[in-house]
Nanobody, 121 residues
Framework: HVQLVESGGGSVQAGGSLRLSCVDSGHTRGWYCMGWFRQRPGKEREVVATVEDDGTTSFAEPVKGRFTISKDNAKKSLYLQMNNLKPEDSGMYYC????????????????WGQGTQVTVS
């Protein structure tokens, strides 16, 4: 079974940076789909950034130009570099992995980490 663990969250001043990491410690290989999601207070969980096995990346509009997603397939790890953080970025950040659904032509994020808190003030 899959076990995902996030790290790197914390508190930072507005304009500062954080780097989040996620490692899959319970699977024999990496997944096709890897992404970061967040849940801000009073809001539903939302996608932040994703990267697929072919290197294709996508970013939510509010973080474009500020966040960068990267991965290390050999280490089965995923990273999120967050720069120029804003108070509205505060929330719980989760990594998620899953297979590509060919029928839906999209990713099925089945496996989730426990989350890491990001607070920007």
């Amino acid at each position: 079974h899959v076990q995902l663990v996030e790290s790197g969250g914390g508190s930072v001043q507005a304009g500062g940076s954080l780097r989040l990491s996620c490692v899959d410690s319970g699977h024999t290989r990496g997944w096709y789909c890897m992404g970061w999601f967040r849940q801000r207070p009073g809001k539903e969980r939302e996608v932040v950034a994703t990267v697929e096995d072919d290197g294709t990346t996508s970013f939510a509009e509010p973080v474009k130009g500020r966040f960068t997603i990267s991965k290390d397939n050999a280490k089965k790890s995923l990273y999120l570099q967050m720069n120029n953080l804003k108070p509205e970025d505060s929330g719980m950040y989760y990594c998620a992995f899953g297979p590509l659904s060919l029928a839906a032509r999209d990713c099925d994020y089945k496996f989730w980490g426990q989350g890491t808190q990001v607070t920007v003030s």
